[in-house]
């Protein structure tokens, strides 16, 4: 098959592009580089457009022998998007992530193209977990109220079109091929790197806020299983597990070969931190058949013996 991948560059992007092509699929990824890195994409043989989603030609991965009609695309993972969140330009912010959104989805919907899209956890803001799909609504920062635009269009879309679009709430995702991310890199990442440079890591007094932690390479597995899904629907990706910051920092110690205590410090985002995430799988369950493979343990020690 062919397939298109936005966000090729950037973290689960490259991941989801190299393994789709290592199942033999021919893949085109569109990425203009602001936050990927073309480390990334180190192996990978398909098509590269280097641009953005707000302009790049349509007609790039359309035939024109068959005018338009989709060519022989046949899914659009739609992963590009701005990730900061503590990004405080909401004109950028829609503009990439609400706006580059539909005029994708628009594309794939006149096109009979099966779209599946990364959405967020974010959109569930301080909602109590576990967190079910209709719980969300009310997010807490810019990049969360992005996402939730891009689910209520998707909604609409559903209602109206007899088409493939699969939404998939990413929670806290880790692993390799994040390094590039910056601050924005997952606390597994970060904690990391402050124990390797001999450093006690830092954690919010008392390490016992618990995160939904998702391993990338069933993130991945989530969307292909998307490709097959039995309705169109909008569901969790997680491990459907909450793990400790503590128990974070216990396993890097056992996997880097460390001792390092934690470095506790008071908490500055009291009362706009979510202390518990954790993703009810229910739904993910019924319409993709999925289930997480990772246990956080064992994904933690594969990520860096594999880095």
């Known amino acids: 098959m062919k397939l298109l991948v936005t966000g090729g560059s950037g973290f689960i992007g490259s991941n989801l592009a190299l393994e789709l092509e290592r199942l033999g699929h021919n893949v085109i990824v569109v990425d203009n580089f602001s936050t990927g890195n073309r480390q990334n994409l180190v192996g990978f043989k398909g098509e590269l457009i280097a641009e953005s989603i707000l302009t790049f030609d349509l007609n790039k991965i ?7 009609t989709g060519r022989d695309v046949v899914a659009i993972f739609h992963n590009a998007a701005i990730t900061d969140t503590t990004l405080k330009d909401t004109e950028q912010m829609i503009k990439v992530n609400v706006d580059g959104f539909k005029r994708l989805l ?3 919907v006149t096109h009979n193209i099966k779209f599946i899209y990364a959405s967020s956890a974010g959109v569930y803001g301080n909602a109590p977990s576990p967190l079910s799909e209709t719980m969300a609504g009310e997010p807490i920062n810019l990049y969360g109220q992005s996402k939730w635009q891009s689910d209520c269009i998707a909604f609409d879309y559903m209602e109206q079109f007899k088409a493939h679009i699969i939404g998939l709430r ?7 091929r994040e390094q590039y991310k910056g601050k924005m890199a997952s606390m ?6 402050q124990i390797l440079q001999g450093k006690r890591p ?3 007094k008392w390490g016992d806020q618990r995160r939904d932690q998702v391993y990338v390479k069933d993130v991945v597995r989530a969307n292909i299983l998307a490709l097959d899904a039995k309705r169109n629907a909008i569901v969790n990706v997680g491990s459907g597990c909450a ?3 503590n128990h974070i920092i216990e396993v890097l110690n056992d996997v880097l070969g460390t001792k390092f205590a934690p470095d506790y410090f008071d908490n500055p985002y009291e009362g706009l931190y979510q202390n518990y995430t954790q993703a009810d799988l229910t739904q993910a369950k019924e319409v993709l058949d999925y289930t997480p493979v990772w246990n956080f343990d064992n994904a933690v020690r594969d990520y860096f013996n594999n880095r």
């Open 62 to 68: 359309s035939d024109p022998s068959r005018h338009g």
């Open 202 to 204: 830092r954690i919010f």
């Open 243 to 245: 793990i400790t910051f």
């Open 106 to 108: 628009d594309f794939a």
């Open 170 to 176: 990413y929670f806290n995702v880790f692993g390799q």
């Open 188 to 193: 597994i990442w970060q904690l990391a790197q």
